[in-house]
Each structure stands twice: as C-alpha cells, then as structure tokens.
Nanobody
Framework: VQLQASGGGLVQAGDFLRLSCAAS????????VAWFRQPPGKVRESVSV????????YYRDSVKGRFTISRDNAKNTVYLQMNGLKPEDTAVYYC??????????????????WGQGTQVTVSS
C-alpha cells in the first residue's frame, strides 16, 4: 500500500485545513488508519485513529473537538479536518495504516505503511 498525504500549508491561528491521505495498491477498508505528527524538534506523536474494527475514531486530548478523522471509501482517501488551528499544531503530519490491537493503536511502531508527510504551519 502506498499512501500520499497532502493538504498542508501555512495558516493563521484559528484557521482550518483538511489533510488528505490517498491510498494506492490497497484499500483503507483493510486497515486501521492513523494520523501522526512531528512538531519541530520533537518526537512524533499520535493525533487520531480510525479503527478498522467498529469504525470508531479516537483523538489525542489536545485536538479533541477540533480535529475530525474520516474516510471516503469510494475515493480510497482518509481525511483529517483540522479546525481552530493553534500554533502548537505546527508539525509535519503523516498518515499511516496498520492493524494494531486496541491497546497499541497509539504506538507508531504498529503501523507499517506511511505517507510521506505534509507540513502544517500555524502562525500566531
């Protein structure tokens, strides 16, 4: 499976962006999908997970209520709608797929296909 992330950019605090992750060579239907991000000078962190089993979505506390993960099966694309962006959301955002257990879904080592990353910069 190859993943292509897009949609990043430079925005002001309070603005919104929608990131896209398009898959080829496979479908999202077979995987749990996650978005991770790596802020400048920091380690990569999980942002949101859309589980294969049950289709439930999960978010890190700092983005709850602002970010929404969704999937369009017809387009084989997963989205991350980001509203109310804050400077601390500045990072390179990555999409990834895998089949992690529930207890391990925030662990980036559990995901084996990754997109190339898209830069999100939020100015204050």
């Amino acid at each position: 499976v190859q993943l292509q992330a897009s949609g990043g950019g430079l925005v002001q605090a309070g603005d919104f962006l929608r990131l896209s992750c398009a898959a080829s060579g496979g479908t999202f239907n077979s995987y749990t999908v996650a978005w991770f991000r790596q802020p400048p000078g920091k380690v990569r962190e999980s942002v949101s997970v859309l589980r294969l089993s049950g289709g439930n979505s999960y978010y890190r506390d700092s983005v709850k209520g602002r970010f929404t993960i969704s999937r369009d099966n017809a387009k084989n694309t997963v989205y991350l709608q980001m509203n109310g962006l804050k400077p601390e959301d500045t990072a390179v955002y990555y999409c990834a797929v895998g089949r992690p257990a529930m207890s391990a879904m925030w662990d980036d080592k559990m995901y084996y296909y990754w997109g190339q990353g898209t830069q999100v910069t939020v100015s204050s």
